[in-house]
């Protein structure tokens, strides 16, 4: 099992930066894919961003191409996902996940350890 902790969530205007963490412990982190999710309330958890146990790819929703880049370094066993160019509708709670395996997943049925979130508002 893998356990996650989420950071760097916040309240921002629109058209600033974040840039979110993810530290991994337990399982060996560099084996496994990771993605980000993010839900609002009613709504169901929508895939965001995930990358590959190396970082040699990675796959965005497109509401986010051209403004977050998700990125990983396993010497520290840590995710991150920089989100620029903000928006409203980027407000959500964003969550980290590992993968059942080294590549690519973009549904919750690719992630089998999740983190428990952290808070992004963004204002207009």
């Known amino acids: 099992q893998v356990q996650l902790v989420e950071s760097g969530g916040g309240l921002v205007q629109a058209g600033d930066s974040l840039r979110l963490s993810c530290v991994s412990s337990g399982r060996t982190f560099s084996n496994v894919g990771m993605g980000w999710f993010r839900q609002v309330p009613g709504k169901e958890r929508d895939f965001v961003a995930a990358?590959?146990?190396?970082?040699?790819?990675?796959q965005y929703t497109d509401s986010v191409k051209g403004r977050f880049t998700i990125s990983r370094d396993n010497a520290k066993n840590t995710l991150y996902l920089q989100m620029n160019s903000l928006k409203p509708e980027d407000t959500a709670v964003y969550y980290c996940?590992?993968?059942?395996?080294?590549?690519?997943?973009?549904?919750?049925?690719?992630?089998?350890?999740w983190g428990q979130g952290t808070q992004v508002t963004v204002s207009s």
């Open positions: 996940a590992a993968g059942r395996g080294p590549f690519i997943q973009t549904t919750d049925r690719g992630f089998d350890s």
């Open positions: 990358i590959t146990f190396n970082g040699g790819r990675t």
